[in-house]
């Protein structure tokens, strides 16, 4: 059984660019969910989606988006980078039971360099 | 709002080590508590899950306790290995309007030595 995929592992992009992250969820799961890691202030969640739909914002700028297609991949954008965005950005997909997300499983991560 | 603390932030032990890691939150509002495993630079790996009605779980060399009305979680790893090295963190699963999230503790750093 594949486990959550996430693409590209590595990034580097320019102060001012923007970027659009990517994961594949577990198959038959359609709870994803991201996270951003920084040394400074640890995993933050930053959204969760669920049947195409935002069902919950962490607090970040609007500069952060996201959105989840009908097969359950999901995307994440962030737009006017910044140097303090660098950072691995991690994905969680999860099944749900009764409308709650159950145990929650993390792919490898994203981790983007801002210069 | 829901804080999530690991004491220690960093532990080093002899193999074959029996040892303890503390986990302890401020809302006792929870969904369920997942323990995870952190190599460097990568993802987290799950290693139990216990839901808010539950008082442990076990799997393997690793037992992790729940006690939702003080607030805490213990994940105890018994016979310690080298391998057993990484960074552990738990996350508690709290509702939040029409969904749910997970709120991370700081972690603590594992290092078995030969």
């Known amino acids: 059984k594949a486990g959550v995929t996430q693409t590209p592992r590595y990034l580097i992009k320019t102060r001012g660019q923007q970027v659009t992250l990517s994961c594949s969820p577990i198959?038959?799961?359609?709870?994803v969910s991201w996270y951003q890691q920084t040394p400074g202030q640890g995993l933050q969640f930053l959204f969760e989606?669920?049947?195409?739909?935002?069902?919950n914002k962490g607090n970040f700028p609007g500069r952060f988006s996201g959105r989840q297609f009908s097969n359950s991949r999901s995307e994440m954008n962030v737009s006017t980078l910044e140097l303090g965005d660098s950072a691995l950005y991690l994905c969680?997909?999860?099944?749900?039971?009764?409308?709650?997300?159950?145990?929650?499983?993390f792919g490898q991560g994203t981790r983007l360099t801002v210069v | 709002k829901q804080e999530v603390t690991q004491i220690p932030a960093a532990l080093s032990v002899p193999e074959g080590e029996n040892l303890v890691l503390n986990c302890s939150f401020t809302?006792?509002?929870?969904?369920?508590l997942q323990w995870f495993r952190q190599d460097p630079g990568k993802g987290l790996t799950s290693l139990l899950l216990?839901?808010?009605?539950?008082r442990e779980q076990t799997s393997g060399r690793l037992n992790a306790s729940l006690d939702k009305s003080s607030g805490r979680s213990t994940l105890y790893i018994a016979a310690s290995q080298p391998g057993d090295s990484a960074t552990y963190l738990c996350?508690?699963?709290?509702?939040?309007?029409?969904?749910?999230?997970?709120?991370f503790g700081t972690g603590t750093q594992l290092k078995v030595e030969l």
């Open positions: 809302d006792s509002a929870i969904y369920n």
């Open positions: 216990i839901q808010s009605s539950q």
């Open positions: 996350a508690v699963k709290v509702l939040t309007g029409g969904g749910n999230k997970l709120t």
């Open positions: 989606y669920f049947s195409e739909t935002q069902r």
């Open positions: 198959s038959g799961h359609r709870s």
């Open positions: 969680a997909s999860s099944r749900l039971d009764g409308g709650l997300s159950t145990e929650a499983f």
